[in-house]
């Protein structure tokens, strides 16, 4: 960490000289000391920190010894749930915070077991959150989320969001100079320091890797969203042509305009999670009224997980319609309203107008 944030802040050389000379005396020059103990989510070069030092044994993520030391297993966790009466919670907690595999064995998040068994003492109804959070700027994935211009990374994200497994290489020796030098160097500080995973055993340098978690998820996904709102403004133009659209009455246009956005950014549709909770995603009402408050619209978005979009979108337009969602509108005096019900699948998109008076616009 004090690494991490004198690169960020630009004072590294000065924190790696410092480092040197604390550990000279600590851990060289130190009579008292009979062997010590350094831990750290990154696996620095010993050329680095360490210049002097040459009895060191480096133990990462990826050796035996020790591996089940560096999180709560799964018996661990049922103890601590059985004996504070939430075994009930145990599906939701294996779904949020298991998933790291050290080794050979795989592991739970301690903090966030800790942190939500709390939170379960004091209200029962609590629902699991990202904790992790909270303890890191998550500029790696934020980092990383910005190489998604290159098709070749949009892809390998989506993939991971998914819930599926990919293959990379994995570089165990960075200085913090490095790691955010390439896309490459990107996926070992990824994950070395825990936003993703391995799943089985490495071949050499190459290892299988899957982001552990819904916790870990949640935060590529929001990533995600902040590199698509900030790049709302970039496209100007686009934005303002898919927002006369809407305001025009042309479903064929927006669709062609949402679809083309749709192949140029990340897709977070995924398998990784239970269909309900993909539909919550998906799934939502959306209400706009124009600056001269004389048209409002109505959309509906939902996610067409047979991949029937055609059906989905008619499904939005019942929906729209059955729960008169334009009463809101209608109350604040506007009289034109636009129904649009909206289906994704993947990385494609269909868009339905409910019928409506052309003369108004």
């Not at 060289?28 to 990154?42: E, H, I, P, Y």
């Not at 819904?214 to 709102?229: G, L, N, P, S, V």
Request: charged fraction near 30%; aromatic fraction near 14%.
């Amino acid at each position: 960490m004090p690494l991490e944030k004198a690169f960020e802040r630009g004072y590294y050389g000065e924190m790696v000289m410092f480092l040197r000379n604390m550990f000279e005396y600590a851990l060289k020059s130190n009579d008292s000391l009979k062997f010590a103990v350094l831990t750290g989510c990154m696996h620095i070069s010993k050329k680095s920190i360490f210049t002097g030092r040459n009895n060191l044994k480096v133990l990462s993520v990826v050796e035996v010894q020790f591996d089940e030391c560096f999180g709560f297993t799964d018996g661990e966790v049922r103890e601590m749930l059985e004996y504070y009466g939430f075994l009930s919670h145990y599906e939701e907690i294996k779904e949020w915070y298991d998933g790291y595999q050290f080794g050979n064995v795989e592991v739970y998040c301690p903090w966030d077991v800790i942190n939500y068994c709390d939170a379960l003492r004091v209200d029962s109804d609590a629902q699991p959150k990202n904790y992790w959070s909270n303890t890191s700027g998550n500029e790696a994935v934020r980092r990383f989320i910005q190489e998604s211009d290159k098709a070749a990374v949009r892809r390998k994200v989506e993939k991971l969001v998914a819930g599926e497994i990919i293959t990379k290489e994995i570089h165990h020796e960075l200085t913090y100079k490095d790691m955010y030098a390439s896309v490459d160097n990107l996926w070992s500080l990824l994950f070395t320091t825990g936003y993703l995973t391995q799943r089985g055993k490495p071949e050499g340098d190459s290892f299988r890797l899957a982001i552990p978690n819904m916790e870990i998820r949640k935060i590529f996904t929001a990533q995600i969203m902040d590199f698509f709102k900030e790049g709302i403004p970039k496209n100007g133009e686009a934005w303002k042509e898919f927002c006369e659209a809407l305001k025009n009455g042309e479903p064929k246009r927006v669709e062609k305009l949402l679809g083309e956005y749709l192949k140029r950014t990340i897709s977070i549709c995924d398998t990784f999670v239970k269909k309900r909770m993909k539909e919550n995603f998906y799934h939502g009402i959306i209400l706009v009224e124009t600056d001269d408050g004389e048209i409002g619209i109505v959309i509906e978005l939902k996610y067409a997980e047979d991949g029937k979009m055609e059906a989905a979108c008619q499904g939005a337009l019942t929906q729209i319609e059955q729960k008169r969602y334009e009463e809101e509108l209608l109350d604040e005096g506007v009289e034109h309203i636009l129904k649009y019900g909206i289906a994704f699948y993947k990385k494609r998109c269909q868009v339905m107008l409910a019928s409506y008076d052309e003369s108004f616009l």
